[in-house]
T-cell receptor
Framework: DAKTTQPPSMDCAEGRAANLPCNHS???????VYWYRQIHSQGPQYIIH???NNETNEMASLIITEDRKSSTLILPHATLRDTAVYYC???????????????FGKGTLLTVNP | ETGVTQTPRHLVMGMTNKKSLKCEQH?????MYWYKQSAKKPLELMFV???????ENNSVPSRFSPECPNSSHLFLHLHTLQPEDSALYLC????????????FGSGTRLTVV
């Protein structure tokens, strides 16, 4: 059963902000929201993660709604090299057992157009 | 380079061959994973190792045999594969205690003929 819902595909113009949504309405209080991306035929790459506060790093920003039922990954100035499948994953840290497994859905294929 | 190195990058093998995929990390991680990604499908977790011990096998056929001699190395031994086993095989590592971020290798593109 999917814990996250993402649109299958999105387009963005080069140089513009890319806003990728994710719904996780059944998220538990101890579960974090993680974002990974996979450029064609490469291994997934960690982007960012957060619990309830908004987060920013050199790659992206993560905006989590106050009720934590959805989030948005923002790439502020998308480039052609940002074309990839973006995965939103919820996972509890330090929980051991099966929760530490990173389980991927189908993600969102973001295409950045020139 | 991500810190997780997989070899070979590409492999073509016949259905009667025996081959091995290798994964190596020097990130100080204690957990290692094998994932399979078939064309147009999500990544599927195959095996999980924590401190060299296998903790999960997701109903993977016995023609795939993992080996973890130490926390830095992970192998996937292949024998009597089928054409439908052709896929991108990805190795990843992470800290054992909880989740601190997975680091993936670039994968081995396997073609079974």
């Amino acid at each position: 059963d999917a814990k996250t819902t993402q649109p299958p595909s999105m387009d963005c113009a080069e140089g513009r902000a890319a806003n990728l949504p994710c719904n996780h309405s059944t998220i538990s209080g101890n579960e974090y929201v993680y974002w990974y991306r996979q450029i064609h035929s490469q291994g997934p790459q960690y982007i960012i993660h957060g619990l309830k506060n908004n987060e920013t790093n050199e790659m992206a920003s993560l905006i989590i709604t106050e009720d934590r039922k959805s989030s948005t990954l923002i790439l502020p100035h998308a480039t052609l090299r940002d074309t990839a499948v973006y995965y939103c994953i919820v996972l509890a840290e330090n929980s051991g057992g099966s929760n530490y497994k990173l389980t991927f859905g189908k993600g969102t294929l973001l295409t950045v157009n020139p | 380079e991500t810190g997780v190195t997989q070899t070979p990058r590409h492999l073509v093998m016949g259905m009667t061959n025996k081959k091995s995929l290798k994964c190596e990390q020097h990130l100080g991680h204690n957990a290692m994973y094998w994932y399979k990604q078939s064309a147009k499908k999500p990544l599927e977790l195959m095996f999980v190792y924590n401190f060299k011990e296998q903790t999960e096998n997701n109903s993977v056929p016995s023609r795939f045999s993992p080996e973890c001699p130490n926390s830095s190395h992970l192998f996937l031994h292949l024998h009597t594969l089928q054409p439908e086993d052709s896929a991108l095989y990805l190795c990843a590592s992470s800290q054992e205690t909880g989740y601190y971020g997975y680091t993936f290798g670039s994968g081995t593109r396997l073609t079974v003929v």
